[in-house]
Structures are given as C-alpha cells and as structure tokens.
C-alpha cells in the first residue's frame, strides 16, 4: 500500500507540473501572438498615412519584431530599408552602364542617373546617422536634427526622381527603360515612405 500511495502521489506530482508548464508554454505562446499582431497592425496603421501604404506595409512588416510600436524605430527601418534599396540600385545601374550597344544618349542618362543615386545614397546614410543620435539631446536639438533629416530625405527623393526623368526620351531602347524606371521608381516609393514616416515620429514626438 505505501508503495502504490508514493506511486499515485507521484503521478499526482507529475501530472500538476505537466499542466502548470503546459499553461505557461501557451500563455507565452499566446502573449508572443497577441504582441505580434500588434507590431505588424501598429505598421499597417502607420502606413495608411504614406503615399504607397501597400509598399510600405509589405517592406517593413518583415521587421515587426524589430519596430514593435515605435515611432522612431518604425521610420529609422524604413530608412535603412529604403538606403539599402538604393545601394542595390546603384550597383545594378553601373552594370547595366557596361552593357554592349548602349546609344550615346542612354550612355549620358545612365552616367547621370548613377551620379544621382550616388548622392541619393549618401543623404540617406547622413539621415541615418542623424536619426540613431534622435533623442539623447534636448528639445530643441530634436527639432533641429529632424528638419536635418528631412531635408537630406526630400534632397534622395528629388535626386531619384531627376533620374527617371533622364529616361523619358522617346528614342531609348524601350527594355532599358523598363529596368531603370521600374528599380528608380520602386527606390523612390520608399524614400517617400520614409520621408512620411519621419513627418509623422517628428509631429508625435513634438
């Protein structure tokens, strides 16, 4: 009999703990869920104020767990998404530079529009630099930072779009025009995304 009542208490013991782990491992889960689901609403919501809230949904809700529900996060991301966007760009438009049987014309656009990624690239690195120092100052070096960053974001957007402008000519291979305007425009997109998520944090924080 003592052996069986150790036994059953023993089983007792075993079951409880079973259950109280299995009620821990499923609030964790169901807490980990519900944060989640708020991270990625909190971008969607933060989106639909953008001018391309599809793109700038789809771009930054791979970085939820990251962001969370930060203001600042959520546009310093869409900064380092849209730097890393150009820096790809930049590298595919000096190859397509090379390429054989370029008209002189598309040779001058392409060496133009390089240029203008170049310092598209660099305003958006300063911005970057200039967004990780955001808040360890006071107030009114707050206010004088972001109108920094503003303006070097709005100076890669004017530089993106000054590239596709170089491509509206009529006589350039129609296939090289495609490639071009489709990566600049999808680089300019994000930087006007960027560009609103940080209007946005800079109202919010002010």
Request: proline share 1%.
């Amino acid at each position: 009999m003592e052996y069986s009542s150790s036994s059953k208490h023993l089983v007792t013991f075993l079951l409880t703990t079973l259950l109280i782990t299995s009620h821990q491992i499923y609030s964790t889960t169901a807490s980990r869920n519900l944060q989640a689901k708020t991270n990625t609403e909190f971008i969607r919501t933060s989106c639909v104020g953008t001018t391309y809230p599809k793109l700038c949904f789809s771009s930054l809700s791979t970085h939820a767990s990251t962001i969370k529900t930060s203001p600042q996060l959520l546009a310093s991301t869409a900064l380092s998404v849209t730097l890393s966007s150009a820096k790809t760009t930049s590298s595919v438009m000096v190859k397509l530079s090379s390429s054989h049987g370029l008209k002189p014309r598309e040779v001058e656009a392409m060496k133009d529009c390089i240029d203008e990624l170049s310092d598209s690239v660099d305003e958006l690195k300063q911005s970057m630099g200039e967004m990780s120092q955001l808040g360890k100052g006071n107030s009114a070096d707050f206010k004088l930072m972001i109108n920094d960053i503003q303006t070097w974001v709005s100076a890669a957007l004017t530089d993106e779009n000054t590239c596709t402008d170089g491509f509206e000519d009529k006589s350039m291979n129609g296939n090289l025009k495609t490639v071009v305007r489709g990566r600049i425009v999808n680089v300019a997109q994000l930087t006007s995304n960027a560009l609103a998520l940080i209007n946005r944090y800079a109202l919010i924080h002010g």
